[in-house]
């Protein structure tokens, strides 16, 4: 079976249970920063993606001039329980990539990118935008 992407989530941040149970908490699809270059604090990305057994899928982040900014994160599909095996379930599994800061050089788009094998699996855009000057003062991550 071929990795296939689900979802990726940008959040301020994320919890995962003793179950291995993944909350992503003020999820956003931009960054708003007061200044670029600029940083937030922390950036949380979870990337969902399914695939058979063994599979080693590598996670990343590129900036608008399609550079390498943060140490990829490689995530191995875990193994599924036999009675999931029978009932057809698939190994469905989630990586996170947690970014402290979160520095940004230029604004623009932005991909997380998720890889398997050197091969591009999938491009999540986000946008790196300047606040306006009359927006509130957070200095965290906003949605546009």
């Known amino acids: 079976m071929a990795v296939r992407h689900l979802f990726t989530h940008l959040c301020e941040f994320a919890l ?62 875990p193994s599924v329980s036999d009675v999931s095996k029978v009932g057809g379930m698939k190994s469905v599994s989630h ?6 800061p979160a520095v940004f050089q230029l604004g623009g788009t932005y991909n997380v990118v998720l890889r398997v094998g050197g091969k591009v699996i999938h491009r999540e855009p986000f946008t790196v935008l300047k606040r306006a000057a009359a927006e509130g003062s957070d200095k965290n991550a906003g949605s546009n």
């Open 16 to 77: 995962v249970d003793n179950q291995n149970r993944f909350s992503y908490i003020n999820i956003i699809q931009n960054v708003v920063l007061d200044e670029i270059p600029g940083a937030l604090i922390s950036l949380f990305i979870g990337v969902g993606f399914t695939g058979a057994e063994g599979q080693t899928a590598r996670i990343s982040v590129e900036d608008p001039r399609k550079t390498e900014l943060f140490q990829a994160l490689e995530h191995t599909v």
């Open 95 to 100: 990586a996170l990539l947690i970014l402290k």
